[in-house]
């Protein structure tokens, strides 16, 4: 089993390598925006209670995200590994989930964190607007405030897993080609 986060803020492609990495090299992804956004769609009850946090742009709570990944994680059957996408987002939940691994004999390998210039991640999302109709893209309030609860809340992440050796950077300016192949290289290593 290799379990892999992919990281970064917003708009900086998480999402976009993700299903390109999970085809590649045989793993499931995990997104938990994915996941919450099913939840919307499907009229839930905690769909309706998270849609107007997303909206806003804020982090949904730690223990909603925390229980999706771990019924996730003991439902899926044959997997080669984890590809964790946008959680964890707090340090609280990258506890949890090392606690959760650990619990079930695995481990986080590799974190690779997406590196994109500021005025880039707000170009991606105000373009995915149109084609996605999520409504925290629209509002450039909106993003501006996904970017500082990026910086607030999810970075100091980096530190916790710098600490245990796993980090690791990515350029993740160019096409989506050419971040896809500097992801690959990494992942190789791993495999
Ligand atoms: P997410 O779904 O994770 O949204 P995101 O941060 O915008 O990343 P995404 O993966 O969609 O975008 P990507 O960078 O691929 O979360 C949404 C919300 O859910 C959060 O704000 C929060 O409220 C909640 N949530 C989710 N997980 C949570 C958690 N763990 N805890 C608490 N709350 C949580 O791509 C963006 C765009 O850029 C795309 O249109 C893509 O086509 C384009 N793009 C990508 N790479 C490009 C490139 N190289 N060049 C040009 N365009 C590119």
């Given at each position: 089993?290799?379990?892999?986060?992919i990281?970064?803020?917003?708009?900086?492609?998480?999402?976009?390598?993700?299903?390109?990495?999970?085809?590649?090299?045989?793993?499931t992804?995990?997104?938990?925006?994915?996941?919450?956004?099913?939840?919307?769609?499907?009229?839930?009850?905690?769909?309706?209670?998270?849609?107007?946090?997303?909206?806003?742009?804020?982090?949904?709570?730690?223990?909603?995200?925390i229980?999706?990944?771990?019924?996730?994680?003991?439902?899926?059957?044959?997997?080669?590994?984890?590809?964790?996408?946008?959680?964890?987002?707090?340090?609280?939940?990258?506890?949890?989930?090392?606690?959760?691994?650990?619990?079930?004999?695995?481990?986080?390998?590799s974190?690779?964190?997406?590196?994109?210039?500021?005025?880039?991640l707000?170009?991606?999302?105000?373009?995915?607007?149109?084609?996605?109709?999520?409504?925290?893209?629209?509002?450039?309030?909106?993003?501006?405030?996904?970017?500082?609860?990026?910086?607030?809340?999810t970075?100091?992440?980096?530190?916790?897993?710098?600490?245990?050796?796993?980090?690791?950077?990515?350029?993740?300016?160019?096409?989506?080609?050419?971040?896809?192949?500097?992801?690959?290289d990494?992942?190789?290593?791993?495999?």
């Open positions: 089993m290799v379990n892999i986060l990281f970064g803020p917003p708009g900086s492609g998480k999402g976009t390598q993700s299903v390109k990495l999970a085809e590649k090299f045989n793993l992804h995990l997104s938990t925006g994915d996941m919450l956004r099913a939840e919307i769609a499907a009229g839930t009850e905690l769909g309706q209670k998270m849609s107007s946090i997303m909206s806003k742009g804020e982090l949904v709570p730690d223990e909603v995200v229980e999706m990944i771990a019924n996730k994680i003991d439902t899926t059957k044959g997997s080669s590994g984890f590809l964790f996408d946008g959680f964890p987002r707090t340090v609280a939940q990258t506890v949890a989930l090392d606690k959760m691994l650990n619990e079930r004999k695995m481990k986080i390998d974190m690779l964190v997406l590196e994109v210039e500021h005025d880039e707000v170009k991606r999302l105000v373009l995915r607007a149109d084609l996605s109709g999520r409504p925290d893209d629209k509002d450039t309030a909106v993003i501006e405030n996904r970017i500082d609860v990026y910086k607030e809340k970075e100091p992440i980096i530190n916790y897993c710098r600490e245990k050796g796993i980090y690791q950077s990515v350029n993740g300016m160019g096409t989506i080609d050419d971040i896809f192949g500097r992801l690959a990494y992942m190789k290593k791993l495999m």
